[in-house]
């Protein structure tokens, strides 16, 4: 018995030896299959492409112990079976097919930017998805225009560096961002994001030797200083002193000479309070002392600089300085309302203006004697909208009535309840409408003259019944 299990023992083991030895040999890999675009499941084809479309051959991940592979993708295919578990593979002609569920597929081939993917360790359960670098032969994950991360079978980069295949200018392939090189006299640049530009400085050689040309000038290296240590060469300007838009207000000395760079080029600084500097050392906006200033209240500053620090108020022809805050455009006037003269009292958006709403209208138009209010888009003003107003803040008088709240004292709505145009009617005004007349009778506005007139008689006889019962009681008592 016991001879028995140590047979079927080292039987079993022998087997599990061969099936890991094949599997081994064969190692984490892709294999090739058939696969298809269409598979209509359950159905008994007559010919081969009835049931499924034109064959595909590519690869699929086989499950294998250790190894590596990599592949790209050939998109989501379909793997199909007979019905009697049989694959149906080569014709198919009188088989009943079923589908597997589509599936991602990969080729052998890859193409710059293609999907790729690598697997490996026992059962291909470690893996890396990225973009195919053909030029390089890895797998490569992107951060904007940089790899992050490349793996290719038995290798890997963790450097962080421009890559084409992530979008990146070819000459700025596998280059680290902000990286400057000479090509004779080209000097080339790759910028932060990736992005590239280069300058022949072809032109810029002096003649005389130990003379370097900078910003225009042939200058001579002093003693115990060079030059060079300005990172400029000879025929090539290295990216560390190139001047854009990045690198503006840098400083560099070469020589005896001191440069600072305007957003565009290199300028040579006169003195240590060049208005250039002056404007590099404003923490905000900076404007042009030679341009005229009207100050507004509050404290006054200098003139050319309107910082985030400062509490200056001052205006000029390209924009207004509030309390350290720069807006640009014409037309301004004011930070606050004390800036803004009587007839115009409120600073709107820098503006001075008459109102901000209809309270701060008072009176009524001469002519239209409709009630002043305020011309503005805010829902506190009652002027119409454009295109009948203009929203320029200031108080107009209403083009029509709708109540006798609107209209002067002692004066009444024409509304058009009674065939009214909205205007405003003095106190007394006869209106005949609908066969009725109506008068205006301020405050209570305009009324029907017959109901008034019955209302008023019976008022009289109200008052001569009052006069007659008090007669009566006196003549009771004293008679």
């Known amino acids: 018995m016991v001879h028995k299990k140590l047979l079927e023992l080292l039987v079993n083991l022998a087997i599990a030896f061969l099936v890991l030895t094949v599997s081994i040999s064969e190692s984490c890999h892709l294999s090739q299959g058939t696969f298809y675009n269409r598979c209509l499941s359950g159905r008994n084809c007559t010919s081969g492409i009835d049931c499924v479309s034109e064959p595909v051959v590519v690869y699929d991940w086989m499950w294998d112990l250790g190894g590596c592979d990599l592949g790209c993708a050939a998109g989501q295919l379909y793997d199909v079976y007979d019905a009697n578990s049989v694959q149906c593979t080569g014709s198919i002609y009188g088989k009943t097919c079923q589908c597997y569920v589509k599936e991602a597929k990969w080729k052998k081939s890859c193409s710059n930017k293609d999907i790729c993917k690598l697997r490996w360790n026992p059962l291909c359960d470690g893996e890396f998805e990225g973009k195919w670098d053909a030029s390089e032969g890895k797998c490569v994950k992107c951060s904007g225009k940089k790899q992050v991360e490349a793996h290719a079978c038995g290798y890997e980069d963790h450097n962080v560096k421009c890559e084409s295949a992530c979008g990146a200018a070819n000459k700025c392939d596998e280059k680290a961002p902000e990286t400057g090189w000479c090509e004779g006299s080209v000097a080339n640049i790759c910028y932060s994001d990736c992005s590239y530009s280069s300058r022949d400085c072809s032109k810029d050689l002096c003649d005389e030797p130990g003379v370097l040309w900078i910003n225009g000038e042939c200058i001579a290296d002093t003693p115990g200083f060079s030059c060079a240590d300005c990172k400029i060469e000879k025929g090539c300007v290295y990216y560390g002193v190139w001047c854009d838009s990045d690198s503006k207000c840098d400083e560099k000395s070469c020589g005896e000479s001191n440069y600072i760079c305007d957003g565009n080029d290199w300028v ?71 800036d803004c003269p009587s007839d115009r009292p409120y600073c709107v958006d820098n503006k001075c203006v008459e109102c901000r709403n209809d309270d701060d209208c008072s009176g009524y138009d001469p002519n239209t004697h409709t009630k002043l209010v305020c011309d503005c888009p805010s829902g506190s003003c009652s002027f119409p909208a454009p295109p009948k107003g203009s929203d320029d803040y200031t108080c107009k008088p209403l083009p029509s009535c709708s109540s006798n709240e609107q209209c002067e004292p002692n004066w009444c709505c024409y509304t058009s309840e009674i065939g009214g145009d909205g205007t405003c009617k003095q106190q007394g005004t006869i209106i005949n409408y609908g066969g009725k007349s109506y008068f205006c009778d301020p405050p209570v506005g305009f009324v029907n003259t017959e109901t008034s007139i019955i209302a008023s008689e019976e008022g009289k006889i109200k008052s001569r019944n009052l006069i007659d019962l008090f007669l009566d009681f006196f003549f009771k008592v004293f008679s």
Request: aromatic share 10%.
């Open 268 to 338: 040579k600084m006169k003195t240590d309070d060049d208005y250039l500097r002056l404007q590099c050392e404003c923490h905000g906006h900076y404007w042009d002392s030679r341009v005229s200033v009207r100050y507004l209240s509050g404290n006054k500053g200098s003139a050319h600089c309107c910082g985030d620090d400062s509490q200056e108020r001052w205006v000029t022809r390209a924009g207004i300085c509030c309390d350290g805050k720069w807006k640009s455009g014409s037309g301004y006037e004011c930070c606050t309302n004390a």
